[in-house]
């Protein structure tokens, strides 16, 4: 509710922004780089705080808020998926650590990730190495679509999650998504006219606006 935000004092980034976003909607951010995309996502998620204005997450001001919380109340799926040295397994349960074997299997099935992970020889303990170096594209996006189904948050934030892939893969990642964002506040970073089609609102950023 009219937030306004600048890294540098005097050069605002974000000027005067008020949108809602529902449970179970997709809300669309679009607009050129610099816009102020990515900035609005970074104070959803409490890196910043606000210079003016109000941000609710989940009902609680987050100003007021336990920083954790508000993060736990947020899944993600960016461009470039965080995956880290260690097993597949690990990764999809990053956000769950205490999760079962049947848990981390049932979401990677969901997101379209258990065939090519059962393909390798150790499957779900195979190590994928520093930013998940043996996996394909589409297979480090699958990845990180089954963390955020395990995490099972109220809130998704997508940031042009399939962009960088080709077509069968962006396919495959796109399925995961849809089931991704059933019942979920999804707010997405969009570059593309097939990810704003089914999107209930779309917010055009023009340099801050």
């Known amino acids: 509710d009219q937030v306004s935000f600048a890294y540098n004092a005097g050069e605002p980034v974000l000027d005067d922004i008020s949108f809602t976003a529902q449970h179970g909607e997709k809300i ?17 998620m409490g890196l910043y705080p606000i210079n003016e204005g109000t941000l609710s997450v989940c009902g609680t001001d987050i100003d007021s808020a336990d920083i954790e919380q508000v993060r736990a109340s947020v899944g993600v799926v960016f461009q470039e998926p965080a995956l880290f040295s260690g097993t597949i397994r690990e990764n999809i349960a990053y956000g769950k650590p205490d999760a079962t074997d049947e848990e981390v299997i049932a979401v990677a099935k969901r997101a379209n ?44 934030v997508l ?31 969009a570059h593309r006219l097939s990810t704003i089609a089914d999107a209930d609102t779309i917010i055009t950023l023009k340099d801050g606006h």
Do not use: C, W
């Open 28 to 44: 669309a951010l679009v607009g050129e780089s610099g816009g102020g995309k990515s900035t609005l996502v970074n104070l959803l």
């Open 113 to 156: 990730a258990h065939g090519f992970i059962t393909s390798f020889k150790e499957g779900y303990d195979t190590v994928i190495g520093e930013r998940g170096l043996r996996l394909s594209g589409g297979q480090k996006q699958r990845v990180a679509v089954a963390r955020a189904m395990l995490k099972n948050a109220p809130i998704l």
């Open 159 to 189: 940031d042009e999650a399939t962009s960088a892939l080709d077509t069968k893969s962006e396919r495959a990642v796109q399925a995961g998504l849809e089931e991704l964002m059933k019942d979920r506040t999804t707010i997405m970073i």
